[in-house]
């Protein structure tokens, strides 16, 4: 028996570049209709590469990555509608890169890295390939980096082992990952170096701030089910670009049964609670708060944080809305053919009216006119959206394209399936993420470390 199901869509955004508007910024780019919208401010840019001694084959891989992003894709011919040309000619900017080599050997091998970043200052950024097979967890050797890197105002661009593995292409799917991989590491440079790609051709829905707020439990256990929790809250206008940071160390109870996250019942946290979201919370007197949230908190903390912003700072209207990080709809999870059934971005439904909601922020592209279909290497599946407090308001379609919108701000891995979780979440986890590595850390002057 076959049937249909007609689900609803969002709009997906408009952007603004140098030379008009697009839907698609990374095609405007690379057809060369647009330019970015903000240039880096020198024409050329020093490059300090830093790999492991020995390491002869994976360097000689870096140096064709490197040699690619500066003078781009040349012998592939299929590569049409996002074809990657060159770093000078999307961007504007010239690539000068000086490389050098330290020593792998002992265990704290990261302290080598720290002595060669003390010495680059003369550099405008740093690209780092350290031989780890994932990002490290908290206090791992990819934090620590990250870590000092920010505390001496050092830009950086960190290169692990699975991006090296990936630099082949053999056939169409590969030179598509491949073309992918140089897109990626070229917006975040271009960002980390000052530059802006693009921004929203009109603001998001009648919210004059979005709050992002992050929590890491920390790994040592301080007694039974209590754990150090670093929370992270952010600031976001409604065009989505970033205001302010902040962040501290609360104590949490973590209950085991259902992983539920709650203030200390404690006059002291609860007055830590209420200072760091009243320093974040400049100037909402009157306006209308979004809180935007993935961890699954107590009820009780929603209150908390819904009185601190309505009650004490004079908000005009709050929701605490959640994005949650896993799904458990996963579709097409062995892909081994292109498909043109994948969901398009921005199809949404709702599980309970006004209250919880199925949306896809990422889903079907294409990359030339000729049909030819990108293959995601992770399942495409929705993320859940659903309105934790008050119970009075509603979830709506201006919430779900608020979340689409942040989304696809984030300034690079535009088309990757992990883009699935907005900006403003992103950004707020990577930074507790530091944090948690070393509470030393400091209050970000610039956004673009956590890219």
């Known amino acids: 028996m076959n049937f249909t199901i007609k689900l609803d869509k969002l709009e997906t955004p408009v952007f603004w570049l140098d030379g008009g508007e697009s839907s698609d910024p990374i095609s405007c780019l690379s057809m060369g209709r647009c330019k970015p919208l903000k240039n880096v401010s020198k024409s050329n ?38 074809r990657w040309k060159g770093f000078q000619e999307i961007f504007g900017t010239e690539l000068e ?37 994932r990002r490290s967890r908290t206090e791992g050797p990819y934090f620590n980096v990250k870590v000092y890197a920010i505390e001496n105002e050092i830009k950086e661009q960190i290169i692990i082992k699975p991006t090296i593995d990936k630099i082949k292409y053999n056939n169409n799917e590969d030179i598509l990952k491949y073309n992918d991989l140089l897109w990626n590491l070229a917006l975040s440079i271009f960002t980390k170096l000052g530059g802006v790609p693009w921004r929203l051709k009109i603001d998001m829905s009648p919210v004059d701030a979005f709050l992002a707020l992050s929590t890491i439990i920390k790994p040592e256990v301080s007694g039974g089910k209590r754990r150090a929790g670093i ?26 049964t259902n992983g539920i996250l709650n203030i200390d019942n404690n006059n002291e946290k609860e007055s830590k609670l209420k200072e760091l979201v009243s320093t974040i919370a400049k100037g909402v007197k009157g306006k209308n708060v979004i809180v935007h949230l993935t961890d699954l908190y107590a009820k009780s903390f929603y209150e908390k944080i819904y009185d601190i912003l309505k009650s004490d700072k004079g908000a005009n209207d709050v929701k605490i809305i959640r994005t949650h990080q896993t799904s458990p709809l996963r579709l097409y999870e062995n892909i ?18 006004n209250k919880i909601a199925q949306l896809y922020t990422t889903g079907k592209w294409q990359y030339s006119p000729y049909t030819l279909y990108a293959v995601p290497k992770h399942a495409i599946r929705p993320i859940q959206v659903s309105l934790e407090y008050p119970e009075t308001s509603d979830l709506t379609t201006d919430d779900l394209r608020d979340i689409l919108w942040l989304t696809k701000l984030y300034p690079y891995m535009l088309d990757g399936p992990r883009t699935r979780i907005p900006m403003d979440l992103s950004l707020s986890y990577r930074y507790a993420q530091i944090v948690a590595s070393d509470e030393n850390v400091g209050k970000l002057k610039d956004i673009t470390f956590l890219y």
């Open 231 to 256: 929370t992270v809250l952010q600031m976001y206008n409604n065009w989505g670009e970033y205001k302010s940071s902040i962040h501290g160390k609360l104590v949490y109870i973590y209950e085991e």
């Open 97 to 133: 890169f000086k490389f050098d080599n330290y020593e792998k050997s002992g265990e704290n091998y990261v302290s080598n890295i720290f002595q060669k970043l003390d010495n680059s200052k003369d550099y405008d950024l740093v690209i780092i390939y350290m031989p780890e097979n």
């Open 336 to 353: 081994e053919e292109p498909s043109k059934a994948w969901p398009e971005v921005g199809v949404y439904w709702f599980l309970k009216p």
């Open 45 to 82: 840019v020093n490059l300090l590469i830093l790999s492991p001694k020995q390491a002869d084959e994976e360097e000689k891989i870096l140096k064709k990555l490197l040699f690619d992003l500066s003078e781009g894709i040349k012998e592939e011919k299929k590569l049409k509608r996002k």
